[in-house]
Nanobody
């Protein structure tokens, strides 16, 4: 199983980033997916999740700290889950991981 995140970078407050995570070695369409993050010096925190249900029934959920600013989505044809991050704040600075029980290597997001 491999999860490869990308799309992180250094941005200014108020700007946007789109993270991607490509999965291999799993039947992606059958897995709920989540994004979590580890801010410097802090514990890992859950950010957003999306179910594996068909799109008509699929649901997404968000941590209160990102609700209204972040959007999680998935493209099962591409085995990819995304995290669109708008109105970024310095407190969003963290190493971001996608996960479904397995973890990728993460992608760094720095807002400064």
């Amino acid at each position: 199983v491999q999860l490869v995140e990308s799309g992180g970078g250094l941005v200014q407050p108020g700007e946007s980033l789109r993270l991607s995570c490509v999965a291999s070695g799993i039947t992606f369409s059958r897995h709920d997916m989540s994004w979590v993050r580890k801010p410097p010096g802090k514990e890992v925190e859950w950010v957003a999740g999306i179910t594996s249900l068909p799109s008509l029934f699929r649901t997404a959920s968000y941590a209160d700290s990102v609700k209204g600013r972040f959007t999680i989505s998935r493209d099962n044809a591409k085995n990819t889950v995304y995290l669109q991050m708008n109105s970024l704040k310095p407190e969003d600075t963290a190493l971001y991981y996608c996960t479904t029980g397995y973890w990728g290597q993460g992608t760094q997001v720095t807002v400064s």
